[in-house]
């Protein structure tokens, strides 16, 4: 019997679905080793699956539709598994039920003792009580949304896997339409940071990356109005977009791009404080947290960390110009080489912003950032250090693992690029 494309798809599903459900099942929680080594497996069995992406152009329907629902299987038992009792998703809840009382997140503390009697269960554990929340207006209104329906974790849950579900959806419309290999959806739907970063501990990215592939589809239909208007949303649930603006540059008229403004002001004034644009915590963002962050850290020995900030902010500006000018027509390696460039230089790399990376990457140019989306995954080890009493504070060997796999990718494509003229060049004498 002749082994095809199809049936080492199989495999590697197979593989996959084993690994993730032993996963949801290892005691001890995110990082512990155990739970580390079947993500492991999982990534590097993802990895090889987007190696036969490329080497095949087209799948049967019936092999996507059946790794669609082993996706959907696998994301189950994370689903079913509560959040990390200081995970995110409690700031959310927290965030919603104050704006439903009459109170602003921005200015609300949650660790005051004069509100001590509007938290619940679920928010007496949130993270980082001491601040109020960072999160853009667009975010702190889908939060106060959510809440209106069903004030829980489970809820934001059950909303940002509808939010998968519509990306998986959209991705699907955008691959035939365009004449591309629909398997490219299970690149996106198999990797293995939406079990963990969006089945299991819930993070509101997912929201903001679904408005951020709408607003790219919207953008190469020139659907303008919509795409601006979509692309503004994005940005108000979460900042790192931003870095694409010069992307929309020429391929909006001038009222959409004021439309956006607009929106985005309109947002914010529920949140008005005695006239002013209230920011929250994001400046204490800015100035204590870390993680995962070696080119912001060395940086910042030199500069204060509102320069290095600001350098993040330019780098992915200043890679959306770049690619601007080279690129006429929409590419989604366009929208996800700025938003890693900034990633990049942040002050904090956790491994669910690269979610806004996933439905972008199926390129050879993107190949460096579908291996981070992979070597990431050793950081959470920190989770599991942090039980033991150690500091929150990624080892040096895991970031040598995570952003050295990248750089060894980026600079095998980059000589292959430039040798394979001279071989070509070579044979044809």
């Given at each position: 019997m002749t082994i095809t494309a199809s049936h080492r798809l199989?495999?590697?599903?197979?593989?996959?679905?084993?690994?993730?459900?032993?996963?949801?099942?290892?005691?001890?929680?995110?990082?512990?080793?155990?739970?580390?080594?079947?993500?492991a497996v999982a990534g590097f069995?993802?990895?090889?699956?987007?190696?036969?992406?490329f080497s095949t152009p087209r799948f049967p329907r019936r092999v996507i539709v059946m790794g669609?629902?082993?996706?959907?299987?696998?994301?189950?038992?994370?689903?079913?598994?509560?959040?990390?009792?200081?995970?995110?998703?409690?700031?959310?809840?927290?965030?919603?039920?104050v704006q439903r009382l009459g109170y602003n997140p921005y200015v609300v503390v949650p660790s005051d003792p004069a509100l001590a009697g509007l938290?619940?269960?679920?928010?007496?554990?949130?993270?980082?009580?001491?601040?109020?929340?960072?999160?853009?207006?667009?975010?702190?209104?889908?939060?106060r949304a959510v809440t209106a329906i069903h004030e829980s974790t489970v809820a934001f849950k059950v909303a940002f896997a509808a939010c998968e579900l519509a990306i998986v959806l959209l991705l699907i419309a955008?691959?035939?339409?365009?004449?591309?290999?629909?398997?490219?959806?299970?690149?996106?739907?198999?990797?293995?940071?939406?079990?963990?970063?969006?089945?299991?501990?819930?993070?509101?990215?997912?929201?903001?990356?679904?408005?951020?592939?709408?607003?790219?589809?919207?953008?190469?239909?020139?659907?303008?109005?919509?795409?601006?208007?979509?692309?503004?949303?994005?940005?108000?649930?979460?900042?790192?977009?931003?870095?694409?603006?010069?992307?929309?540059?020429?391929?909006?008229?001038v009222r959409d791009g004021l439309l956006a403004l607009l929106i985005i002001a309109l947002l914010y004034v529920p949140f008005l404080q005695r006239g002013s644009v209230p920011m929250g915590s994001l400046s204490v963002f800015v100035q204590r947290f870390r993680f995962n962050d070696p080119v912001f850290a060395t940086l910042e020995r030199i500069v204060s960390p509102q320069v290095v900030a600001a350098l993040a902010v330019f780098a992915g500006l200043a890679t959306s110009v770049w690619?601007?000018?080279?690129?006429?027509?929409?590419?989604?390696?366009?929208?996800?080489?700025?938003?890693?460039?900034?990633?990049?230089?942040?002050?904090?790399?956790?491994?669910?912003?690269?979610?806004?990376?996933?439905?972008?990457?199926?390129?050879?140019?993107?190949v460096p950032l579908i291996i981070w989306t992979v070597s990431i995954i050793p950081t959470f080890y920190v989770w599991h250090l942090r039980t033991l009493g150690r500091q929150w504070?990624?080892?040096?060997?895991?970031?040598?693992?995570?952003?050295?796999?990248?750089?060894?990718?980026?600079?095998?494509?980059m000589f292959r690029r430039f040798t394979r003229p001279a071989v070509a060049h070579c044979s044809s004498d």
């Amino acid at each position: 019997m002749t082994i095809t494309a199809s049936h080492r798809l199989y495999g590697l599903a197979a593989v996959i679905l084993a690994a993730l459900l032993a996963c949801a099942r290892i005691p001890g929680g995110v990082g512990a080793p155990a739970y580390l080594i079947t993500l492991a497996v999982a990534g590097f069995a993802y990895l090889l699956a987007i190696r036969e992406f490329f080497s095949t152009p087209r799948f049967p329907r019936r092999v996507i539709v059946m790794g669609l629902v082993l996706a959907a299987l696998w994301h189950i038992p994370f689903l079913l598994l509560p959040p990390g009792s200081d995970d995110d998703v409690h700031r959310y809840v927290w965030d919603g039920r104050v704006q439903r009382l009459g109170y602003n997140p921005y200015v609300v503390v949650p660790s005051d003792p004069a509100l001590a009697g509007l938290h619940t269960p679920e928010t007496r554990t949130l993270n980082n009580p001491e601040v109020p929340s960072p999160y853009p207006a667009g975010a702190q209104l889908f939060f106060r949304a959510v809440t209106a329906i069903h004030e829980s974790t489970v809820a934001f849950k059950v909303a940002f896997a509808a939010c998968e579900l519509a990306i998986v959806l959209l991705l699907i419309a955008e691959l035939r339409r365009l004449g591309h290999g629909e398997h490219w959806v299970l690149a996106y739907a198999w990797n293995p940071l939406l079990v963990t970063c969006v089945a299991q501990s819930g993070h509101v990215d997912i929201l903001g990356v679904l408005l951020l592939l709408l607003s790219a589809a919207a953008l190469e239909r020139r659907w303008r109005a919509f795409a601006a208007l979509a692309f503004a949303l994005a940005v108000a649930v979460k900042f790192l977009p931003i870095v694409l603006t010069p992307l929309y540059w020429r391929r909006v008229r001038v009222r959409d791009g004021l439309l956006a403004l607009l929106i985005i002001a309109l947002l914010y004034v529920p949140f008005l404080q005695r006239g002013s644009v209230p920011m929250g915590s994001l400046s204490v963002f800015v100035q204590r947290f870390r993680f995962n962050d070696p080119v912001f850290a060395t940086l910042e020995r030199i500069v204060s960390p509102q320069v290095v900030a600001a350098l993040a902010v330019f780098a992915g500006l200043a890679t959306s110009v770049w690619l601007r000018r080279r690129h006429s027509e929409y590419s989604p390696s366009t929208f996800a080489w700025p938003m890693a460039a900034s990633l990049l230089c942040a002050p904090v790399v956790y491994p669910w912003y690269l979610l806004w990376l996933l439905p972008l990457v199926r390129t050879v140019s993107t190949v460096p950032l579908i291996i981070w989306t992979v070597s990431i995954i050793p950081t959470f080890y920190v989770w599991h250090l942090r039980t033991l009493g150690r500091q929150w504070f990624v080892p040096d060997w895991i970031m040598f693992l995570e952003f050295g796999s990248v750089a060894a990718a980026g600079a095998i494509i980059m000589f292959r690029r430039f040798t394979r003229p001279a071989v070509a060049h070579c044979s044809s004498d």
